[in-house]
């Protein structure tokens, strides 16, 4: 099983909005990593919906760079 790790963290120096951290990871010597492609493609979708869900957070009161998710997958 992979696992998609999204993480946020305070902003830069200069910066107004998070930083954010997001990899792919396996949790044993028999998991597989995902092609890059699909990686990739699986980055672009997480960062556009965790960007959308971090905004409705912080509207809740959450801070906004205290923010992580994990994401495991199965390939079969």
């Known amino acids: 099983m992979a696992k ?3 993480k946020t ?8 909005n ?17 092609t890059e492609e699909i990686q990739k493609e699986a980055h672009k ?3 556009e919906t965790m960007y959308d869900l ?3 957070l912080e509207v809740l009161g959450y801070d906004q760079t205290r923010v992580g998710f994990y994401i495991h997958t199965k390939l079969f």
């Open 54 to 56: 971090i905004k409705k």
């Open 45 to 47: 979708i997480v960062a």
């Open 18 to 34: 998070h930083g954010s951290f997001m990899t792919h990871e396996t949790k044993g010597i028999y998991d597989k990593l995902p």
């Open 9 to 16: 963290k305070a902003p830069r120096k200069g910066y107004i």
């Open 4 to 6: 998609l790790t999204f």
